[in-house]
C-alpha cells in the first residue's frame, strides 16, 4: 500500500523560507510525476509543483522564481523549497505522486502539511 508522508509546514514571517518534504513507501514502481498541491481556507486544491520522471519540471506562476522542487530518485521522495513566502501562500500542502499503468493514471496524496505564512 503507497503512503505519502509530509514534513516541514510551519509557521513563518513573509519573506521567510521553508523546506516541505514528502517521503513515499509501499511503492515497488517509480512514480511518473511527483508533485506539491496545495488549498487555502475556501478555496479549491491547486498545483503549485511538479516534477517528472524525466525531470522535467512545472510550476504555478504564483511561485515560479521563489519555489523550488527537487526529487530523489533512489529515495522515492520530493523536497519543495520555498523562499520569499508570502501571506497568500498560507494553505495545507498536499504532496502527490502519479503513476501510468496501461493508459489508466492512478494518483495517492498525502495527508497535507500546514503552511502559515504571517505578514
Not at 5 to 15: I, M, R
Not at 35 to 54: D, F, N, S
Not at 65 to 89: C, H, V, W
Not at 90 to 114: E, F, I, K, P
Request: charged residues 15%.
Amino acid at each position: 500500500q503507497v503512503q505519502l508522508v509530509e514534513s516541514g509546514g510551519g509557521l513563518v514571517q513573509a519573506g521567510g523560507s521553508l523546506r516541505l518534504s514528502c517521503a513515499a513507501s509501499g511503492s515497488s514502481f517509480s512514480f511518473n510525476t511527483m508533485g506539491w498541491y496545495r488549498q487555502a481556507p475556501g478555496k479549491q486544491r491547486e498545483l503549485v509543483a511538479t516534477i517528472t520522471r524525466t525531470r522535467n519540471t512545472n510550476y504555478a506562476d504564483s511561485v515560479k522564481g521563489r519555489f523550488t522542487i527537487s526529487r530523489d530518485y533512489a529515495k522515492n521522495s520530493i523536497d519543495l523549497q520555498m523562499n520569499s513566502l508570502k501571506p497568500e501562500d498560507t494553505a495545507v500542502y498536499y504532496c502527490n505522486a502519479g503513476v501510468l499503468t496501461m493508459a489508466t493514471w492512478r494518483h495517492y496524496w498525502g495527508q497535507g502539511t500546514q503552511v502559515t505564512v504571517s505578514s
